[in-house]
C-alpha cells in the first residue's frame, strides 16, 4: 500500500542535527577555532572574501567553518550575508600606486623603479610534502628589513610615456554595481570586471588557460603583479572631505598584450587587468587574460568565436553561487516533469513499435 | 529572527521588486529584469518565487507552499519555514484558505479566486532559451514579435514524431503579444493558466519577473490540424478515485507494479474526506 511522503520536517530536522555533528568531527580531536582559520588558512580566507565580495577576515573564516572547508557554500553564506547589509555610501576610489607592497614582480623588464619584491609565494618552493608540518614545528622567523616608504609606480607607465601602450579612458561615471542592478549585455568594461573579481576562481583561470592555447590567443605578459594593503577612504558628506576606513590587501595584475594594430588602432601593447581582494595571485592573473580576450571589439579585432571573447557566455556562467544553485536543483524533486516525459516517451514508442511491426509485416 | 524585515528583505529590496511586479502585471508575459538578490537558500531552488513572496505577503495573509503538487515535499516544507520564521505568517495546506499561493512545477487543481495569488518558481524564464541561448537574442526576438523559430521548432516535432514532443514547460502566448514559458508545470495545467486569481512569475538566478494577470488570455502553442492536448496519464486515481486530477506514478512494489495517486496532496486528502 501507498503511504504518501510525510515527515519532511522532521527529517529535514534530524538532517540538520547529522551535519552539524559532522561538521565539528571527531570530538576527541581539539576544535578549531575562527582565529586559527584565519591566520592559517588564509589563501582559502582570501577566495571566500573575493567570491564573496565582501571584505571581512573573520567572517569569510567563519563562513569556511560553518561550511566544513567546502568554499563554494564559504563563498555562498558571505553572498547571502551581504545582500543584506545596508549602504551607506561608496567608497573613494582606492589607489593601487600607494599599495605597500609585499610582493610587487614583472616579468617585462628585469628590474625598474621599486625593484622586485618576491614576497611570500610558492613560486620557487619545491612541492614535496614537508612532514615536519605534521609533527607541529613551528615556522622559523623571516629576516626582517625596513619596508619602502612612498608610491611603487606602476610598469605600464613607463610604456605609456613613450604611448607604446593604450591609455585607458579616465571615466567620470560610478560604475553601476552587479549586486544592486540586473546584469545586461553589452555590459561596459566595470561590470565586466565586477562580474570577473567574483567569479568563481576555476572558471576564470580555465578561460584565462583557453586564451592560451589557442582559443581568442591574445599573447600576454605580466607586466606587473603586485600584492600589499592600501587604505579605504569614504568622504563623509557632513565632514566634506575622506576619512581612512581601514585597510585591505589587494591583489593587482597588469598584462601587457602584443597588438600588431587593426582597422581603428594603430600598433601598440594593449592591457588586460585583474583587481581581486586579498592575495590571491592566480585569479588576478587569470581576470586579467579574460578582461583583455573580452575587448576584441573595443581594439577592433576578429571574433574567432572563442569562448574567452563572448561576454555574454563568460558573465553569465562566471559566477559559482548561481552555477551551483542551478546544478544542483536537480536533487530536488522533479516527479511532476519526468511524470509527463515518462507518458510521452511511452506513447511515442508505442506508435514507433506499432509502425515498426507494420513494417515487418509487409 | 530579529535581526531581518518582515518576510526576509529589506524594505528598499522589496519596493524594487514591487516595481518589476507592477511593470510584469501592464506587459502580461514580459520578463521584466530585476535585480535579484542572493536569498540564505540556493539559486535554483525557488530564490525567485521566494522574493516575489516576500514583496507580497502582509501579516494578514495566509501562505501556502507546494512542490510537485505537494504542501509536505522537503523544499516545500523547507520554503514555508522559512516565512513562517521571517514573516510570521498563518500558513495552510488548503488551497481554498490560502492567500498567497508558492508552487514549483504545478498548478493546484482547485479553482483559484480573485483574492488569491499564485506564485511561480521558474528555473529558465525564457521559452526561446533552447532555441537560441544568447539573451541579446532572444530579447530582440520578443522586441520584434519574431516567434517562428520556436513555430518551426513544434512543426519538427510534429513531422519527427507525429505530436508537439514537449510535455511540460509547454510554451504558450499571453494576451496576443508575448510568448511566455510557463514554469515546468505539465501542459496538463496550461489551461489553468487562464485564472482569475493573480499569476506572478520570479526566476531569481536569471533575474527576471513575469506576470500573467487575472482573467489575461492565455494560449498553448498549436496548429489548427494539430491541436493542443493537455494529456495526462489515463487512470483515475488510487487514493480518491479522481478522474480529472494530475497523476503522479509510484512504483510499489519489487516487481514495478505501478499505482496512480493525486499529485495535488490537498486536492486528494480534501475529495477523501468528503467521502467519508
Given at each position: 500500500?501507498?503511504?504518501?511522503?510525510?515527515?519532511?520536517?522532521?527529517?529535514?530536522?534530524?538532517?540538520?542535527?547529522?551535519?552539524?555533528?559532522?561538521?565539528?568531527?571527531?570530538?576527541?580531536?581539539?576544535?578549531?577555532?575562527?582565529?586559527?582559520?584565519?591566520?592559517?588558512?588564509?589563501?582559502?580566507?582570501?577566495?571566500?572574501?573575493?567570491?564573496?565580495?565582501?571584505?571581512?577576515?573573520?567572517?569569510?573564516?567563519?563562513?569556511?567553518?560553518?561550511?566544513?572547508?567546502?568554499?563554494?557554500?564559504?563563498?555562498?553564506?558571505?553572498?547571502?550575508?551581504?545582500?543584506?547589509?545596508?549602504?551607506?555610501?561608496?567608497?573613494?576610489?582606492?589607489?593601487?600606486?600607494?599599495?605597500?607592497?609585499?610582493?610587487?614582480?614583472?616579468?617585462?623588464?628585469?628590474?625598474?623603479?621599486?625593484?622586485?619584491?618576491?614576497?611570500?609565494?610558492?613560486?620557487?618552493?619545491?612541492?614535496?610534502?614537508?612532514?615536519?608540518?605534521?609533527?607541529?614545528?613551528?615556522?622559523?622567523?623571516?629576516?626582517?628589513?625596513?619596508?619602502?616608504?612612498?608610491?611603487?609606480?606602476?610598469?605600464?607607465?613607463?610604456?605609456?610615456?613613450?604611448?607604446?601602450?593604450?591609455?585607458?579612458?579616465?571615466?567620470?561615471?560610478?560604475?553601476?554595481?552587479?549586486?544592486?542592478?540586473?546584469?545586461?549585455?553589452?555590459?561596459?568594461?566595470?561590470?565586466?570586471?565586477?562580474?570577473?573579481?567574483?567569479?568563481?576562481?576555476?572558471?576564470?583561470?580555465?578561460?584565462?588557460?583557453?586564451?592560451?592555447?589557442?582559443?581568442?590567443?591574445?599573447?600576454?605578459?605580466?607586466?606587473?603583479?603586485?600584492?600589499?594593503?592600501?587604505?579605504?577612504?569614504?568622504?563623509?558628506?557632513?565632514?566634506?572631505?575622506?576619512?581612512?576606513?581601514?585597510?585591505?590587501?589587494?591583489?593587482?595584475?597588469?598584462?601587457?598584450?602584443?597588438?600588431?594594430?587593426?582597422k581603428t588602432e594603430p600598433p601598440q601593447f594593449t592591457r588586460g587587468y585583474g583587481l581581486v581582494f586579498g592575495h590571491t595571485e592566480r585569479k588576478a592573473i587569470s581576470m586579467a587574460l579574460v578582461d583583455r580576450a573580452m575587448r576584441w571589439q573595443e581594439l577592433g579585432e576578429d571574433n574567432v568565436g572563442a569562448p574567452a571573447q563572448d561576454e555574454e557566455f563568460v558573465l553569465s556562467h562566471s559566477d559559482n553561487v548561481q552555477a551551483t544553485g542551478f546544478l544542483e536543483h536537480i536533487k530536488l524533486p522533479h516527479y511532476v516533469d519526468f511524470q509527463s516525459e515518462l507518458e510521452l516517451i511511452r506513447r511515442l514508442r508505442a506508435e514507433a513499435m506499432a509502425t515498426r511491426a507494420q513494417e515487418a509485416a509487409e | 529572527m530579529t535581526d531581518y524585515n518582515f518576510a526576509y528583505l529589506d524594505e528598499q529590496t522589496k519596493r524594487m521588486i514591487r516595481r518589476a511586479l507592477l511593470k510584469g502585471v501592464a506587459i502580461p508575459g514580459y520578463q521584466v529584469p530585476f535585480a535579484s538578490r542572493e536569498m540564505p537558500m540556493p539559486y535554483g531552488w525557488g530564490t525567485g518565487g521566494v522574493q516575489v513572496s516576500a514583496a507580497c505577503l502582509t501579516p494578514d495573509d495566509r501562505f501556502k507552499v507546494i512542490d510537485q503538487g505537494a504542501d509536505d515535499t522537503t523544499n516545500a516544507v523547507s520554503i514555508r519555514k522559512f516565512f513562517e520564521k521571517t514573516a510570521g505568517v498563518a500558513v495552510t495546506e488548503k488551497t481554498s484558505e490560502a492567500t498567497v499561493i508558492q508552487t514549483r512545477h504545478r498548478i493546484p487543481e482547485t479553482v483559484l479566486s480573485e483574492e488569491q495569488i499564485l506564485v511561480y518558481q521558474v528555473p529558465i524564464p525564457e521559452p526561446l532559451r533552447f532555441l537560441e541561448p544568447k539573451e541579446t537574442e532572444t530579447r530582440k526576438m520578443h522586441a520584434l514579435e519574431e516567434y517562428g523559430l520556436m513555430h518551426v521548432k513544434l512543426y519538427e516535432d510534429i513531422a519527427r514524431h507525429g505530436e508537439i514532443a514537449t510535455a511540460y514547460a509547454y510554451p504558450v502566448k499571453v494576451e496576443e503579444r508575448y510568448v511566455m514559458d510557463p514554469s515546468p508545470i505539465p501542459k496538463f495545467d496550461n489551461p489553468k493558466l487562464e485564472s482569475a486569481a493573480l499569476q506572478l512569475f520570479g526566476a531569481g538566478r536569471e533575474q527576471r519577473i513575469y506576470a500573467v494577470p487575472p482573467y489575461t488570455r492565455v494560449v498553448s502553442l498549436d496548429f489548427d490540424d494539430h491541436p493542443f492536448d493537455p494529456s495526462k496519464a489515463d487512470h483515475p486515481c488510487a487514493l480518491c478515485g479522481a478522474e480529472d486530477s494530475y497523476l503522479d506514478e509510484v512504483i510499489v512494489d519489487d516487481t514495478g507494479r505501478r499505482m496512480f495517486v493525486c499529485s495535488d496532496t490537498d486536492f486528494c486528502a480534501g475529495r477523501r474526506e468528503d467521502a467519508a
Open positions: 500500500m501507498y503511504v504518501a511522503v510525510k515527515g519532511g520536517e522532521r527529517a529535514i530536522d534530524n538532517a540538520h542535527a547529522w551535519l552539524a555533528e559532522e561538521r565539528r568531527g571527531d570530538r576527541a580531536v581539539a576544535e578549531m577555532s575562527v582565529a586559527q582559520i584565519r591566520e592559517q588558512l588564509s589563501l582559502a580566507v582570501n577566495r571566500v572574501m573575493a567570491e564573496g565580495s565582501l571584505y571581512d577576515p573573520d567572517l569569510a573564516a567563519l563562513a569556511i567553518k560553518q561550511a566544513r572547508g567546502d568554499m563554494i557554500e564559504a563563498v555562498f553564506l558571505i553572498r547571502a550575508y551581504r545582500t543584506t547589509l545596508p549602504r551607506f555610501g561608496a567608497s573613494e576610489p582606492i589607489d593601487t600606486g600607494a599599495m605597500t607592497c609585499d610582493r610587487r614582480i614583472s616579468a617585462t623588464f628585469k628590474d625598474a623603479p621599486g625593484g622586485q619584491i618576491l614576497g611570500p609565494t610558492f613560486d620557487y618552493t619545491h612541492r614535496l610534502i614537508d612532514f615536519a608540518l605534521a609533527a607541529e614545528g613551528d615556522a622559523p622567523d623571516a629576516p626582517q628589513t625596513t619596508p619602502q616608504t612612498g608610491k611603487t609606480p606602476h610598469i605600464t607607465e613607463f610604456l605609456a610615456r613613450e604611448d607604446l601602450i593604450q591609455t585607458e579612458p579616465a571615466g567620470t561615471e560610478t560604475p553601476r554595481d552587479l549586486t544592486r542592478e540586473p546584469l545586461d549585455f553589452p555590459a561596459d568594461r566595470a561590470l565586466k570586471l565586477q562580474a570577473l573579481t567574483r567569479g568563481d576562481e576555476g572558471f576564470v583561470l580555465s578561460m584565462a588557460y583557453s586564451t592560451q592555447r589557442g582559443y581568442g590567443r591574445n599573447h600576454p605578459f605580466v607586466g606587473e603583479l603586485r600584492v600589499g594593503q592600501l587604505p579605504v577612504e569614504m568622504e563623509i558628506p557632513e565632514l566634506g572631505f575622506a576619512i581612512e576606513l581601514g585597510d585591505i590587501t589587494v591583489t593587482e595584475c597588469e598584462t601587457v598584450n602584443q597588438f600588431t594594430g587593426s | -
